[in-house]
């Protein structure tokens, strides 16, 4: 496991290609630069990555920040996404987010918004078992 923060935003890496990222504040430009170069330097080989985001204390996205974000789908294989914890004004920032990246990259993404962490957990975790049936998941000790 792999931890970084970016501003006040805090990230997790655990292999082979989960991320967990808490969102605390606007973004500006520069965090996004260190949360893109956290999530391609430890994803970009995988063919498919999970992403669980705690977005209840998330702020404004700059313009720059959004652009990063989406032009990173074309270096990262953003497949499944949990949101958890959404204001009706964050669901819209991040569904135009996604919408970008989509636009950006060949990759299927899998969105969902859950009202709780642990709604967003238990389905992010069944994903991970899906693709990648052979890595244990959290409950068995490593996810």
């Given at each position: 496991?792999?931890?970084?923060?970016?501003g006040?935003?805090?990230?997790?890496?655990?292999?082979?290609?989960?991320i967990?990222?808490t969102?605390?504040g606007?973004i500006s430009?520069?965090?996004?630069?260190?949360?893109?170069g956290f999530?391609?330097?430890?994803?970009?080989?995988?063919p498919?990555?999970?992403?669980?985001?705690?977005?209840?204390?998330?702020?404004?996205?700059?313009?720059?920040?959004?652009?990063?974000?989406?032009?990173?789908?074309?270096?990262?294989?953003?497949?499944?996404?949990?949101?958890?914890?959404a204001?009706?004004?964050?669901?819209?920032?991040?569904t135009?987010?996604?919408?970008?990246m989509r636009?950006?990259s060949?990759?299927?993404?899998?969105v969902?918004?859950?009202?709780?962490?642990?709604?967003?957990?238990?389905?992010?975790?069944?994903?991970?078992?899906?693709?990648y049936?052979?890595?244990?998941?959290r409950?068995?000790?490593?996810?």
């Amino acid at each position: 496991m792999i931890e970084d923060s970016f501003g006040k935003h805090h990230l997790r890496y655990t292999a082979p290609a989960l991320i967990e990222f808490t969102v605390r504040g606007p973004i500006s430009e520069q965090d996004a630069v260190g949360i893109t170069g956290f999530i391609t330097e430890h994803t970009r080989t995988q063919p498919d990555v999970l992403v669980l985001v705690d977005v209840t204390e998330m702020g404004s996205m700059s313009p720059g920040a959004r652009k990063l974000a989406a032009v990173s789908a074309e270096q990262v294989a953003y497949r499944v996404l949990a949101f958890h914890g959404a204001s009706f004004q964050t669901r819209l920032l991040v569904t135009l987010t996604i919408g970008a990246m989509r636009l950006l990259s060949d990759s299927n993404h899998e969105v969902r918004f859950f009202k709780s962490p642990t709604e967003a957990r238990t389905w992010i975790e069944a994903r991970h078992h899906a693709l990648y049936a052979a890595v244990p998941t959290r409950r068995s000790g490593t996810f």
